[in-house]
């Protein structure tokens, strides 16, 4: 059981290039998320798929995109990097929505120049 | 805004002190109320959690206390370890909801 995997570890992009941040649970869980960690705010919902097929915003979704592609699969996508978005993104699962626990993948850092 | 409000930013215990992070909240809406730890280079792994019917939880070591009407809850770390020593985020979200608010962080360091 790998649990929650994510690629790339590392990614230095320039102002305006997009790439796509790639995660994969092998929970079966239904629940899958984005979120963003800087330093003096925790962590910050992007976007959540309640269930495959389906994805909503959360706290601080723009300049992003994402695609649920199956149930073990959730990608975030960057179309037009911009600094601000430098962070680590770190993907998450849950069996179900709100009160389990989420287990998180081990982050992608992304530096924008 | 921050819907879960974290003390202290860092902290440094004693081998075998107690450690003690706190959390407050303003929404009443929330009914679930998890602690995560994350070491350094790692994602948040979840450690211990409550639901506000009851005032306290504990699993080995760590300890959650919870205060309804205060709408403030704490984590206690008994016996802290230098193994302890990682950031440690509080968190909040209401029944069946997907958002989970986090807390600014806690970095606790145990020195030997």
């Known amino acids: 059981n790998a649990g929650v995997t994510q690629t790339p570890k590392f990614q230095v992009l320039k102002t305006g290039q997009s790439m796509t941040l790639q995660c994969a649970q092998d929970?079966?869980?239904?629940?899958m998320y984005w979120y963003r960690q800087d330093p003096g705010m925790g962590l910050r919902l992007i976007y959540y798929?309640?269930?495959?097929?389906?994805?909503d915003k959360g706290e601080v979704p723009n300049g992003y995109n994402v695609s649920r592609l199956n149930k073990r699969e959730f990608s975030l996508r960057l179309e037009s990097a911009a600094p601000s978005q430098t962070s680590v993104y770190f993907c998450?699962?849950?069996?179900?929505?709100?009160?389990?626990?989420?287990?998180f993948g081990p982050g992608t850092r992304l530096t924008v120049t | 805004q921050q819907q879960v409000k974290q003390s202290p930013q860092s902290l440094i215990v004693q081998k075998g002190g107690i450690s003690i992070i706190n959390c407050a909240y303003e929404?009443?809406?929330?009914?679930?109320f998890p602690w995560y730890q994350q070491f350094p280079g790692k994602g948040p792994a979840l450690l211990i959690a409550?639901?506000?019917?009851?005032s306290e939880k504990k699993e080995g070591r760590f300890t959650i206390s919870f205060n309804k009407s205060a709408k403030q809850f704490s984590l206690h770390i008994m016996d802290s370890q230098p193994g302890d020593s990682a950031t440690y985020f509080c968190?909040?979200?209401?029944?069946?909801?997907?958002?989970?608010?986090f807390g600014t962080g806690t970095r606790l360091t145990v020195i030997p």
């Open positions: 929404n009443t809406a929330f009914d679930y």
């Open positions: 968190a909040a979200s209401k029944a069946g909801a997907n958002n989970l608010f």
């Open positions: 409550i639901r506000p019917d009851v």
């Open positions: 798929s309640a269930s495959e097929g389906t994805t």
């Open positions: 929970m079966n869980h239904n629940s």
């Open positions: 998450a699962s849950s069996h179900a929505a709100g009160d389990t626990g989420q287990y």
